[in-house]
Nanobody, 125 residues
Framework: QVQLVESGGGSVQAGGALRLSCAAS????????MGWFRQAPGKEREEVAV????????LYADSVKGRFTISRDNAKNTLYLQMNSLKPEDTAMYYC??????????????????WGQGTQVTVSS
């Protein structure tokens, strides 16, 4: 069955960095868009970054552009999110998700139908 397992979350001070990982199994990883999404307490889940099956065409939310980098290793079935210059407003549960590649990978929650359980990121000021 499909499994997405996030890791790498934790607590860090503002200005610090974290690297999230998402290990995928149970489907043909290289045929799927992959994305990172987050949800802060009391807020709706939002898009962070997505990447196409070949590891190109990354898209980022304006709030993380220039600070976060999404990447993937198809040989390891693993997705990454390098987060630098973290801010308190980045505090959230971070989820990875997969969407079958239909020609492009949109920066939207719609169509991402495989989800992990999430990893918590807490940034203190």
């Amino acid at each position: 069955q499909v499994q997405l397992v996030e890791s790498g979350g934790g607590s860090v001070q503002a200005g610090g960095a974290l690297r999230l990982s998402c290990a995928a199994s149970g489907y043909t990883y290289s045929r799927y868009c992959m994305g990172w999404f987050r949800q802060a307490p009391g807020k709706e889940r939002e898009e962070v970054a997505v990447i196409d099956p070949g590891g190109g065409s990354p898209l980022y939310a304006d709030s993380v552009k220039g600070r976060f980098t999404i990447s993937r290793d198809n040989a390891k079935n693993t997705l990454y999110l390098q987060m630098n210059s973290l801010k308190p407003e980045d505090t959230a549960m971070y989820y990875c998700a997969a969407r079958y590649f239909g020609g492009w990978c949109p920066l939207t929650l719609l169509g991402y139908n495989y989800w992990g359980q999430g990893t918590q990121v807490t940034v203190s000021s």
